[in-house]
């Protein structure tokens, strides 16, 4: 098993901390962002995974990215990790994980402009050894992060995820709006969740990214 903590060229902020800048698209500061979860969201969950051949898309999911990517507003993963705190796999082997996964997306025709994943979890040991680390969910540091580097709008910026953690690291951002697979409405302060179980909640979230990129004056 690789060394989590050797950085090996990949793009480690930190020990824990992932942050990727992917293709060379340049937005306009001040754009909303599309943050998704990965593991669940994106791809089906196996359970840390760890093996590039096992990674299967999600129904319907490149079809969100690609109105994202024709609203003209970045899309960012934002993804717990603490399979590597844990020592079950480590950066390398997030790295064939996630590329393919971009790949499969790629192929659909939807593309991803940052990638952050945090592998603290006070589980781990060594420099991975972190209680409620603040990059990761449900704290918000990731997004956090993705908007200074980006300096986005978050009050406009959605996310999609398929866990309760995933909706509170976007309210607790500052977004106002976020989507869980599988889940059920619920509007607290300021944040409204809303479910995506079915086609017509596939459809809302589709015309709520295309609504961004009419605001943001995207061709
Ligand atoms: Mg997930």
Avoid at 204 to 210: S, V
Wanted: net charge negative.
């Amino acid at each position: 098993m690789a060394d989590p903590t050797t950085s090996g060229g990949y793009p480690l902020a930190e020990p824990g901390l992932w942050v990727e800048q992917v293709g060379s698209r340049v937005f306009a500061a001040g754009s909303p962002a599309l943050f998704l979860d990965r593991d669940g969201t994106i791809n089906v969950d196996t359970g840390y995974p760890d093996d590039p051949a096992e990674m299967v898309l999600r129904a319907d999911i490149a079809e969100v990215i690609a109105a994202a990517n024709r609203a003209g507003i970045p899309v960012i993963i934002v993804t717990n990790q603490s399979g590597i705190a844990r020592g079950y796999f480590g950066w390398g082997d997030f790295a064939a994980v996630n590329g393919r996964v971009l790949e499969l997306l790629r192929a659909d025709s939807a593309f991803v402009d940052m990638v952050l994943a945090c592998a603290y979890h006070e589980a781990g040991s060594g420099p991975l050894a972190a209680a409620d680390h603040p990059m990761r969910k449900p704290n918000p540091g990731m997004l956090l992060e993705a908007a200074s580097r980006l300096r986005l709008d978050l009050r406009r910026s959605l996310i999609v995820g398929d866990k309760e953690a995933d909706m509170e690291a976007g309210q607790r951002a500052g977004l106002s709006q976020g989507w869980l697979v599988d889940g059920q409405a619920a509007v607290g302060p300021g944040f409204t969740i809303r479910p995506w179980c079915d086609r017509a909640d596939f459809d809302g979230l589709l015309a709520a990214i295309a609504a961004l990129g009419a605001v943001s004056g995207a061709s």
